[in-house]
């Protein structure tokens, strides 16, 4: 038995039905990103309190956190 999940679907998923494999594909993209930039910040915090600094500048760790928080989504803004 084939293993049918996949995290959940996106507006523009939804919109385009893309078939099975490339959800699979996705997911690990999104999955694989997601734990190198969480280990990433993991050292950042780790570096920056043994240097008793910043690990980057704040101006970059900002404009992240909220591209990550408030993503722009093409099909929720009605550019598809």
């Given at each position: 038995?084939a293993?049918?999940?996949?995290?959940p679907l996106?507006?523009?998923?939804?919109?385009n039905?893309?078939p099975?494999?490339f959800?699979?594909v996705?997911?690990?993209l999104?999955?694989?990103?997601?734990i190198?930039?969480?280990?990433?910040?993991?050292?950042?915090i780790k570096?920056?309190?043994?240097?008793?600094s910043y690990g980057?500048p704040?101006?970059a760790?900002?404009g992240?956190?909220?591209?990550?928080?408030?993503?722009?989504d093409?099909?929720l803004?009605?550019f598809h």
């Amino acid at each position: 038995m084939a293993f049918q999940f996949h995290l959940p679907l996106n507006t523009t998923d939804i919109v385009n039905q893309p078939p099975l494999y490339f959800l699979r594909v996705q997911d690990a993209l999104i999955l694989t990103t997601g734990i190198l930039w969480t280990m990433a910040y993991i050292l950042y915090i780790k570096q920056a309190n043994h240097d008793k600094s910043y690990g980057m500048p704040l101006f970059a760790l900002f404009g992240t956190l909220l591209f990550v928080l408030f993503r722009f989504d093409p099909v929720l803004f009605g550019f598809h």
